[in-house]
């Protein structure tokens, strides 16, 4: 039976007959297996001699599905369906964590370069150099996986008339930066933090304060738990020296590709070497009050050091809440939480500026001249983090799963609900007799509606001083506990249970509006406006955009119906957020707008489907 390359030619379908099909296949190393136009890929968890050039080139010149189920036919097909429509690809790689979606996207940008030919040599050499920086900076070990994307990487590679790639852009969404801060046991931060662990020498550790015992809140090895799993790609500590120095040597090399002066990568690692001791900031009470009182002077005089700015200054920002109002300037002491959650802010909002200032750089290294004028179509791949279910889900699962929810939604848009559309338009009957998908919508609307839903209602709570995560899962619960797709806990507490596509999921809530939030404080961010380091001027010559950007939607981001595949602005229907909201912009509401985006662009283009499957 494992020579059926396509499970629509089984005579019986069935969810067993398709599973034991699968496994069947997966036994004998066919990772590959066609569902109509779809492919499902199953990690081997193993190297298999499949990816030669003999065996690309197998693909090279089908411009029809090859009857042999592989990812590069995938990446052929789109590259022929390019040329031969001028229509935009998109190949959208999904599946849960651990799967293998960013192996699966190196292969299909791999053969789409070897195919356009021409600048294979060049772009095609650099685009595959750039993948490890965006891995250090923006992946880490996770419980389900030792390299986790923590991030969502679209990546468009445009063409001209004669199928040639000559450039290339890269767009980057939701950022997991509360990474920075915090994780969960057993995982840990981002990779980049370890490999310059291992790889700076004695005496480089030290003009940044930092020393061999990696003895910092945010990194501290004490804090995980034991690594043992081992895979090819896996940065963790325990793993030994020589393996974090080559990833070290390499994140070094391509500092060189993108033009870094020595000067330049030093300010990055600089920059780097100061959030962990920005984290390492602590704080205690006043004896006299509940003020916030810095305990630890060397790591705000170290941390400011670095950043080139004034440390009296950190410390009343950090400390002190001023607001002007009529005129008159009032400055309140912080408690030690709020003190607390400021610092994490500023880590964060520091490191994020510095991931978006990197890619800034990649897309200089990788974009056209003359853009405008010379692109005539491009193909996309998707690369973005898998649905997660863990013993404890937080804030960032919900998001993560809300963001595979919208996938799975395009998913069934183009391969269910549209093909009945355009049947029915044509007075054809679409036969589906046996075919059952489960319409997410609801669960969207649960998530995204506006003013009722999940991420509203958690906007809203955000804004009352007094607000509790009791407080938010109560009005929860009761705007959606009569919902098929939500369950609240019998005793009506910070916690609740989503039916999602891919199973259900109960998630804890308590840090949900702390995170939220995410504020940076206007006085942290004066101060870092201040400093002294070019680089990190650099970073903060970016108009802030807590002030700058708007965000709009209505109900869900539900995708309208093409009139065109590949064509047309096909934006996610929106409605206007309060003005208070655009001053004062939360998390939730930079994940709507990223997500927005993103599903736009999608939207522009005509999709390929890849489902990698994790055994």
């Known amino acids: ?144 996986n030792d390299n986790s994307s923590r991030f969502g990487k679209y990546l468009e590679l445009m063409f001209d008339e004669n199928g040639a790639v000559y450039g290339a852009q890269i767009s980057v969404y939701l950022l997991e930066k509360c990474r920075m801060v915090h994780q969960l046991p057993g995982e840990t931060n981002f990779h980049i933090f370890y490999y310059m662990f291992y790889g700076l020498q004695p005496e480089q550790l030290a003009e940044y304060h930092l020393d061999k015992s990696i003895n910092h809140r945010c990194i501290r090895p004490e804090d995980h738990g034991e690594f043992t799993r081992a895979t090819e790609q896996t940065c963790i500590m325990k793993r030994g020296d020589q393996l974090q120095k080559e990833r070290f040597d390499e994140i070094c090399s391509i500092f060189k590709l993108l033009d870094f002066s020595a000067s330049d990568s030093k300010a990055v690692f600089c920059t780097l070497g100061s959030l962990l001791h920005v984290s390492d900031i602590a704080f205690k009470a006043h004896v006299d009050t509940d003020a916030a009182v810095i305990s630890s002077s060397s790591s705000l005089e170290i941390a400011c050091t670095l950043l080139g700015i004034d440390p009296e200054d950190l410390r009343a920002a950090l400390t002190l809440s001023v607001t002007i109002t009529r005129g008159e300037t009032i400055a309140r002491e912080q408690t030690v939480r709020e003190a607390e959650d400021s610092r994490d802010a500023m880590a ?46 937080c804030f960032e699962q919900c998001f993560i799963n809300i963001a595979n929810e919208q996938l799975q939604f395009f998913f069934n848009q183009h391969v269910f609900a549209w093909e009945q559309e355009e049947y029915a338009e044509q007075g054809l009957v679409l036969e589906m007799t046996g075919v059952d998908y489960t319409d997410n919508r609801p669960l969207l609307d649960l998530f995204l509606k506006r003013h009722v839903g999940m991420l509203d209602l958690l906007n809203q709570e955000c804004y009352f001083p007094s607000a509790t995560a009791t407080t938010f899962a109560q009005k929860v619960h009761k705007q959606w506990g009569g919902s098929d797709v939500y369950v609240a806990p019998k005793n009506l507490g910070p916690t609740f249970t989503i039916n999602h596509f891919a199973g259900s999921v109960s998630y804890e809530c308590d840090d949900f509006l702390d995170k939220n939030r995410d504020m940076l404080p206007r006085d942290v961010l004066r101060v870092m406006k201040t400093s002294a380091v070019s680089l990190v001027k650099d970073l903060y010559e970016v108009e802030d955009m807590l002030e700058t950007n708007t965000v709009s939607r209505k109900n869900t981001l539900h995708l309208q119906r093409r009139r065109s595949r590949g064509s047309g602005s096909n934006l996610a229907r929106m409605s206007t957020v309060s003005e208070k909201t655009r001053k004062k912009k939360t998390l939730g509401l930079f994940f709507v707008e990223s997500l927005s985006d993103l599903m736009d662009k999608m939207m522009r283009s005509e999709p390929s489907f890849v489902r990698c499957i994790k055994p």
Request: glycine share 6%; net charge negative; aromatic share 8%.
């Open 1 to 144: 039976m494992a020579d059926v390359h396509d499970l629509v030619q089984l005579s019986e379908l069935t969810e067993d007959s398709l599973l034991s099909h699968l496994r069947e296949r997966h036994g004998q190393d066919q990772i590959y297996t066609y569902v109509g136009d779809i492919l499902i890929a199953i990690n081997p968890f193993k190297s298999l001699d499949i990816y030669r050039d003999s065996m690309a080139a197998r693909y090279e010149s089908v411009s029809e599905r090859s009857p042999l189920p592989h990812i590069f036919a995938i990446a052929g097909n789109a590259y022929h369906r390019m040329r031969e429509t001028g229509r935009n690809q998109c190949c959208v790689v999904s599946g849960e964590s651990g799967a293998g979606k960013t192996e699966s996207t190196k292969l299909i940008l791999r053969h789409v370069l070897k195919l356009s030919g021409a600048t294979v040599q060049t772009l095609g050499e650099k685009i595959n150099q750039i993948n490890p920086l965006l891995e250090a900076f923006g992946n880490a070990q996770t419980k389900m």
């Open 348 to 393: 964060k909002d520091i490191y994020s500026r510095l991931f978006d200032w990197l890619v800034r750089k990649i897309n200089d290294l990788l974009s056209p001249d003359h853009y405008a004028t010379r692109v005539q179509s491009t193909i996309s791949v998707l690369d973005i983090f898998g649905f997660e279910n863990l013993e404890v889900n």
